[in-house]
């Protein structure tokens, strides 16, 4: 079970602002999808190896360049830019 | 009171692949504000990282020139911190699983400081701090690095930059870095902590972040020394905490303390599945590594009697190490390329990047001509000398430089010269009667010496077998 008090310690590493009626709320969300989980884990996997070379291959990317986007493009969406930077104010 | 130096190193290296670890932006350094991006390495909702097989390799490589065991089975995880170097506020990186484990870099006394682990991770962007504002350029975003973790096995500022040293010779003569410090391409962490001599346990420990040259990492080491002796000795308790480096001053200042420790939040990438490596892909990487500068070394000593000094000034310079092996092949001692190499041609080429380049107006083979020249009694040692820096200078031959006169045949008399060497070494000319061939080096050796090295090597060799067959 999540508690109050690791709610508030998650949103402060997150930067995120909860207010005390939020708080409530997203608690019982987390312990939601915890117990979600926890219900995935109980799963009996106990003849799966996970390590076994004959699972799906992953596919890797060869290390060949491809064109990157305009800056104008990739700048699009920020909140602030200037002389081709991402530009954020105070300390992040 | 005396207290022992702890020092562990976390070292972060950029391999050097074309393309970025998860999309294909380039690698190149430099470039304008965020010109080497896109949608995935700017971290842009629904974008996703495809791992690029060359980071693998080459950090598989440098595990196993690192002599780690590499992890056939490994996987990407989230490290998630808010900051605004990172577009996601999480890197990609590895957690419980890393693609390499184990391994050690032998330091010249002979100790072992052994490696943890090392696991693959993109680069985070650039920050530049202006007036109230940060100013953001992601083009480093996304470069693919290697953590390589140390044990706490390092005792001394000096042990610390002799094993960075070690990495950045041996990554470069692997291929998989240049490890520029000043471009950031090396960099590392130091652990330290001090405990009395002794002691089994270990002090509680500071990290100083990101150190980018081997100057600023013996200077925070023995600053934080200092710092911790003088708390330890006033008896007082050193706080476990991250610390920041000034080059300028030369101290390292609190950044954060415990209370603000490291909360990562680690978990699985879900959108790279695991990476599984085959025993012959392992294998086949192994066999694709080139000679590195410490075999190398042993080779230019034991075999070709090179002397250790020379030989470790030339191993340590992948170029130079090709250059001389041209320089001297087939002549009839390498030692003269290779003192040539360590005097002439270093006192002209001086600069640790400059030989790291190794660009010099004289190419491997004019250098050769002019060797056998001397060893042909064409030339003396010295005129050879004086040659080799007119070519230095004029970037011409030794043919075009040396005049006719220079060039006359020495006129010396072989037959009499190995005569006299038979006679005066009767036990080596004995000695190779009876079957020991190492023995004509001594006397083409005192041929040499007698005639001040102005005698043709050959043409000794055949008058020498010739009159010692003979009786
Ligand atoms: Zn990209």
């Known amino acids: 079970m999540v508690t109050h008090d690791e709610v508030r310690r998650i949103a402060a590493l997150a930067k995120l602002y909860v207010s005390e009626e939020q708080l409530e709320e997203i608690t019982g969300d987390l312990n939601g999808i915890i117990a979600f989980a926890d219900a995935v884990a109980s799963v009996d996997a106990s003849g799966y190896d996970v390590e076994a070379e004959d699972g799906p291959a992953i596919r890797l990317r060869p290390d060949v360049t491809a064109a990157s986007y305009e800056p104008e493009l990739i700048l699009k969406n920020a909140m602030e830019s200037g002389d081709g930077f991402f530009v954020v104010r105070g300390r992040g | ?6 020092i562990g190193l976390e070292t972060h290296v950029e391999l050097s692949t074309k393309s ?41 490589k440098a595990g196993l020139v690192l ?53 693959i991770e993109e680069d985070a962007g650039k920050l530049i701090h202006a007036g109230g504002k940060v100013l953001v350029d992601y083009n480093r975003g996304g470069v693919p690095l290697i953590e390589i973790v140390s044990e706490p096995d390092i005792r001394s500022a000096e042990e610390a930059v002799e094993y960075l040293e070690k990495l950045q010779l041996t990554l470069r003569a692997a291929g998989v870095s240049d490890c520029r410090m000043q471009e950031g391409s090396l960099r590392c962490d130091v652990n330290i902590s001090l405990r009395a001599p002794g002691a089994s346990s270990y002090g509680t420990r500071c990290e100083i972040k990101n150190l980018n040259s081997f100057v600023s990492v013996a200077s925070a080491i023995e600053h934080e020394y200092e710092r911790q002796r003088d708390i330890l000795e006033s008896g007082g308790v050193v ?52 000679e590195l500068p410490d075999a190398r070394k042993r080779r230019y000593v034991d075999v070709l009697g090179i002397p250790e000094a020379d030989a470790a000034m030339i191993a340590k310079y ?126 083409i050796g005192a041929v040499m010496k007698e005639s001040r090295g102005r005698a043709p090597a050959a043409e000794v060799e055949a008058s020498l077998k010739e009159l010692l067959s003979k009786t």
């Open chain 2, 67 to 119: 002599n780690c065991r590499i992890n056939k089975y490994s996987r990407m995880d989230r490290k998630h911190y808010v900051y605004p170097d990172l577009p996601k506020a999480y890197q990609i990186s590895q957690y419980d699983r890393p693609l390499c484990t184990g391994g050690y870099v032998e330091l010249k006394n002979g100790r072992r400081i052994n490696i943890t682990r090392i696991h």
């Open chain 2, 239 to 290: 706080e476990q905490e991250t610390r920041r480096y000034d080059a300028y001053s030369g101290e390292t200042s609190a950044m954060r303390g415990k209370e603000n420790a490291d909360d990562y939040r680690y978990f699985r990438e879900p959108d790279i599945i695991s990476i599984v490596l085959t025993d012959e892909e392992i294998e086949a990487l192994r066999a694709s590594l080139p």
């Open chain 2, 318 to 443: 992948r170029r130079v190490s090709d250059y001389f092996e041209a320089a001297s092949y087939q002549t009839a001692s390498p030692r003269i390329a290779a003192t040539f190499i360590v005097t002439s041609m270093f006192s002209f080429i001086s600069t640790e990047a400059a030989r790291e380049e190794w660009l010099p107006p004289v190419s491997a083979e004019q250098l050769r001509e002019l060797i056998l020249l001397m060893e042909a009694g064409k030339i003396n040692r010295n005129v050879a000398k004086q040659t080799l820096s007119r070519m230095l200078e004029t970037g011409k031959s030794a043919a075009e430089l040396l005049s006719p006169e220079e060039l006359e045949p020495a006129g010396v008399d072989v037959d009499a010269l190995c005569r006299k060497a038979i006679a005066e070494n009767a036990a080596a000319a004995s000695d190779y009667r009876g079957g020991k061939e190492k023995a004509l080096k001594a006397l």
């Open chain 2, 1 to 6: 009171m005396k207290w022992e130096t702890v």
């Open chain 2, 20 to 60: 970025k670890i998860f999309c294909g932006c380039t690698t190149a350094f430099g470039g304008e504000p965020n010109t080497h991006c896109c949608p995935v390495c700017t971290g842009q909702p629904g974008s996703l990282p495809v791992l690029n097989r060359q980071a693998v390799e080459y950090a598989v």
